[in-house]
């Protein structure tokens, strides 16, 4: 059974860090496409990093302070937020497209597996 499971969100200052963790299972993971996705309420569900086999992209509403990596040996994804601000307040998904690209795009439909997303609160 595939599945990804997320945790390390919380409330923090403006200003604080965070990383969050996803740990998947059921897939291959070291050669597949993740990514880390936020939805704020009432927005759309946003891509904000992924990682493929051979590179990394941001958005660039939080390149800079975001740092995804991940460890092949436990399956986890993670995503390292530094310089917190109240506007990254969002539920954070980890996803993942079941398929080993050499770029993963930040845009959503091709990712077919999602976690149940951990909550990260950002108070000024």
């Known amino acids: 059974q595939v599945d990804l499971v997320e945790s390390g969100g919380g409330s923090v200052q403006s200003g604080g860090s965070l990383r969050l963790s996803c740990a998947a299972s059921?897939?291959?993971?070291?050669?597949?496409?993740m990514g880390w996705f936020r939805q704020a309420q009432g927005k759309e569900r946003e891509g904000i990093a992924t990682?493929?086999?051979?590179?990394?992209s941001y958005a660039d509403s939080v390149k800079g302070r975001f740092t995804i990596a991940r460890d092949n040996a436990k399956k986890t994804l993670y995503l390292q937020m530094h310089s917190l601000k109240p506007e990254d307040t969002a539920m954070y998904y980890c996803?993942?497209?079941?398929?080993?690209?050499?770029?993963?795009?930040?845009?959503?439909?091709?990712?077919?597996?999602w976690g149940q997303g951990t909550q990260v609160t950002v108070s000024s």
């Open positions: 990682s493929s086999f051979g590179t990394i």
């Open positions: 996803a993942t497209t079941r398929d080993a690209r050499w770029w993963c795009p930040l845009d959503t439909p091709p990712y077919t597996v």
């Open positions: 059921g897939f291959t993971f070291s050669s597949d496409c």
